[in-house]
Structure formats: C-alpha cells, structure tokens
C-alpha cells in the first residue's frame, strides 16, 4: 500500500530525502510529472510521470496524490491496482 510506497521511496529510493522536502521541489515534481504524463513539450512518459508523482505524493502534494491514484487506476506507468488507487484518492482527499 501507501506504506510500501514510504518505505520504498518511490523508483528513487536511493536519493537524497532532504532535498525532497524543499516545497520548491514538490511542486516542480508536480508540474514535471504533469509534463511527461501529458506530453507537453516532452515525449510522453508514463513511467517517468509515476516516479515524479510519487516523488510528491510521498512529500504530502495534495494534486500528485489524486495523480498517482489515478494512474495506479489506469495502470499507467505502474502496475493497475485498485487498492493503492483507493489509498491515494484518500490521502488526496484528506487534504482537500
């Protein structure tokens, strides 16, 4: 679940956490992760799209929740698993 998504630190788990809490860079994740899963100015990526989102989910970014939930739903970039949608859509939701 959400848990393995902590622990595991997303496809970069061996990266610097610390430079992962800068607000600056949840947002630029975001915003990146919107870019390759939409294909704006890059060459559509959904596997890239799903690493950046996790990136700031796990950082507590309220849109890259609702985007990893939906793409755990469609199985874009990820495995498709409706339970991990489900967990992320609230986490998504708790924030408003």
Request: net charge negative.
């Amino acid at each position: 679940g959400v848990e393995a998504d902590v622990k595991g630190g997303g496809q970069n788990g061996h990266a610097s956490k610390s430079r992962f809490r800068d607000p600056q860079h949840m947002m630029a994740q975001s915003d990146l992760g919107d870019l390759y899963g939409f294909g704006m100015g890059v060459a559509q990526d959904h596997a890239r799209s799903f690493e950046l989102y996790t990136q700031a989910a796990l950082q507590g970014c309220a849109n890259s929740q609702f985007n990893l939930a939906c793409s755990y739903r469609d199985g874009e970039g990820c495995a498709q698993s409706s339970e991990r949608a489900i967990e992320w859509f609230a986490k998504a939701g708790e924030q408003g």
